[in-house]
């Protein structure tokens, strides 16, 4: 069986990133998953970049045992030396795959100072074929019961307002 699996990834923004030499800071971010690599376009003159992107898509992180997401932020030398690394992290993709399909959406320390916000949804797919549908075991007492409810903790939320009991 073939699995198909993909990460969207989304950097939002930075915070607290570290001046550079000799000018403005021009950060982007390179963001690497397994072999593949995609980065942000390059913000001018900010410590505290935000990036209006399409998600950054990664894909077979089951097929090639990827558990993990290496991000690096960058700083881009306009005129025309070399770029300078001003922070990284590695971020475990633990949390994405146990809960596919729930976005997980962190601000991250650098080392190297600073902060970055990333976002991540992980999917899982996969082809079905040779897998028969089987027979329902219900009998006609149960098919009035609720089905079965998975309980679990809301540890963080967005949109919600505290309620005053």
């Given at each position: 069986m073939e699995l198909d699996d993909r990460l969207e990834v989304r950097v939002v923004a930075g915070a607290e990133l570290r001046e550079v030499e000799g000018g403005e800071c021009n950060p982007y971010v390179v963001v690497a998953c397994g072999s593949e690599y995609e980065q942000t376009a390059v913000i001018n003159g900010t410590t505290a970049p935000s990036w209006v992107e399409a998600r950054m898509v990664f894909n077979d992180l089951g097929e090639n045992e990827v558990r993990e997401v290496r991000v690096r932020v960058m700083?881009?030398?306009?005129?025309?030396?070399?770029?300078?690394?001003?922070g990284w992290c590695v971020i475990s993709l633990q949390s994405a795959m146990l809960g596919p399909g729930i976005e997980v959406d962190e601000w991250y320390e650098l080392e190297g100072g600073g902060q970055v916000?990333?976002?991540?949804?992980?999917?899982l797919g996969g082809d079905l074929e040779g897998f028969e549908e089987e027979e329902s075991d219900d009998s006609e007492e149960e098919a009035g019961k609720a089905p079965n409810c998975v309980r679990g903790t809301v540890v963080r939320a967005r949109g919600t307002a505290e309620s005053s009991a």
């Open positions: 700083h881009k030398d306009l005129s025309g030396g070399g770029d300078v690394a001003l916000r990333v976002e991540m949804v992980y999917f």
